[in-house]
């Protein structure tokens, strides 16, 4: 079977870890790389595969900077079956008629909205809804949480309702100089939030209502919730619920994981590129239940945590892999994923 | 009537402000100042009142450094009805005895446990039950706010249960040398929280469950709550209810206070002292009603809010102010609070 033909066009915080992630696939090839950098971030991405210029002007500046350039955007899409939009919110969505004139298919960002592809993604909860598909939505990275978690609550029917709040980082670390640690904390002027709605474009099942906020710190989101369930539950059925779910990991205060950058630092330990963590860490020790209520709290790596969601999502639209599982299974064997950090598990790659 | 004779123990971030508001009451008297700093902290109190040593260590200190003070804890005591002890966390624990055999009444505040004194205090819910006794404890900062609000909707006989998440200030601005901003979110390792349990101890009636972490920013509280109410109601309701509850005040995200840092910014600019906000600050615009659920944010100026509490605690022990409603309006008088910052409202101070 041949190899799908990727193009990634966006080489920011998703692109350059959705192009490494290309790379490390046995059923994929890594064609091209678009952008508009003239700097650091594209040349960074040199030796990887060929670079183009995403706009005419792009590919001006390129040359003019002395960069090798391949190309343009639209060189790049002709050599490609499909292509991952990971350019800023909103700029993917005026790709999208490129894309749809060179008959290729398209992978957009949770930046933008459901109905510029009227499909959105999350492998577990519904991979084969965008089999065939000329193009999906890979939700954000809180809303991909979301669906991780609660839909594994929900699949063991434990889950009847759930009202979250998210404390989001700041801004990323790259651009930490144009905003950064800001001293205060920014509620979202709108209750509820965004991402309830949006994790049930992917689960529309799911009663639930997010209030968010923006903290003062820079890398990574943070979920409070405060769960109803379907009848009384034990910790253990919960804790069993999310041993089997995919693409969620347990951490423990115990071990003395007490804060984000606790966990942060230990991605870095464990030698993750990019210090990267694409699993959900659910703290196992602060999982609480009460009669039919239980209280969780999960940390959220907001640059990574799509990257495998991508990866599916091209397998599914490509069709090159017939079922979540089979699809999942490679994705996370070569990126590595565990279910638990610090000890093995059964979930762990063999 | 004579007046109070009132002595603060420990000038720090709460014990000055209470020695300021004492000042303000026409019904009593700052007689001293105890403490044991030596540096800018306590020089700043002079020409309030006497300055004492809070211990005879701290008596030879402050001589020797050539501060000019009264004498030690032991003469500040005698010469007063009460002693509000402002030391840090657990040290006024150990001083309880030494008020008792003085025979003075004593307040302490939200850092001692509610066993040290048998009685904790928010003005509006239990201050009759507090009248003559010998002492009492005002609970913390973010405990008042939660009696405050939540005791609102439960007089109304609106609030079925209660759970909130509660994103505390990393540190004070003072001493954010030591600790500062730490570009981190630090949950709070046990679920629930102790805010929840010490809300109780005040209205032992409320059903509800406390979530809290550490932010990353050093100024005011931030909670975010989902209120189950006892029936569908409107959202006029729930704003009546809190429109008639004393020591809550509306903020605006249409007003464009849009963060924690912009109601601090608007203390100042109202002249307040020092920038205090002893009301709890509800966004008006974020209250959201679903069904028989209300989603709310509000904000909690840490280091001012139990100063009005402690003055009625002052009140309720010696019996200088019979009910809850005349204590309440005196204080809240000579400080200037008010039920809305920007828009002149009913209970803004005459």
Not at 37 to 52: E, H, L, Q, S, V
Not at 186 to 205: C, F, K, L, N, Y
Not at 265 to 275: F, I
Not at 326 to 338: E, I, N, P, Q, V
Request: overall charge negative; charged content about 20%; aromatic content about 4%.
């Amino acid at each position: 079977m041949s190899k799908t033909r990727v193009a990634v066009n966006g080489y920011g915080v998703i692109g350059k870890r959705v192009a490494d992630a290309v790379m490390l696939q046995p059923d994929m090839d890594l064609v091209g790389i678009a952008d508009v950098a003239t700097d650091w971030r594209i040349m960074a991405a040199r030796g990887k595969a060929p670079i183009y210029g995403a706009t005419d002007d792009a590919a001006h500046a390129m040359r003019a900077a002395g960069m090798d350039i391949a190309g343009t955007l639209g060189d790049l899409i002709s050599a490609v079956d499909i292509v991952v939009d990971t350019t800023p919110k909103r700029v993917a969505a005026g790709n999208i008629q490129r894309y749809r004139d060179a008959g290729v298919k398209f992978v957009l960002q949770g930046g933008e909205s459901h109905e510029t592809t009227g499909h959105s993604f999350v492998a577990q909860a519904n991979y084969e809804s965008a089999l065939g598909r000329e193009s999906t939505r890979v939700v954000s990275c809180n809303t991909t949480s979301i669906v991780r978690v609660l839909g594994a609550l929900h699949d063991a029917g434990l889950l009847a309702s759930a009202r979250g709040v998210l404390i989001r980082r700041a801004t990323d670390p790259w651009e930490s100089h144009l905003g950064g640690i800001m001293n205060t904390v920014v509620p979202e002027a709108r209750i509820p939030s965004h991402q309830g709605p949006d994790a049930q474009t992917v689960m529309p099942e799911l009663d639930l209502v997010t209030i968010a906020a923006k903290g003062a710190h820079t890398e990574t989101h943070n979920h409070y919730w405060t769960l109803r369930m379907t009848k009384q539950v034990t910790r253990d059925e919960v804790l069993d619920a999310f041993r089997a779910a995919p693409r969620v990991a347990f951490i423990r205060m115990s071990d003395g994981l007490v804060a984000l950058n606790s966990t942060i630092e230990l991605m870095r330990d464990l030698g993750r590129p990019r210090g990267d963590m694409w699993e959900v860490a659910i703290w196992e020790d602060l999982i609480t239940v009460q009669d039919d209520e239980v209280y969780l709290t999960y940390q959220v790596h907001n640059e990574s945590i799509v990257v495998p969601e991508t990866i599916d999502a091209i397998r599914a639209l490509t069709g090159s892999a017939p079922d979540a599982a089979s699809s999942m299974r490679m994705t996370d064997a070569t990126l590595g994923m565990t279910g638990d950090f610090l000890t093995p598990s059964p979930r762990q790659p063999e």
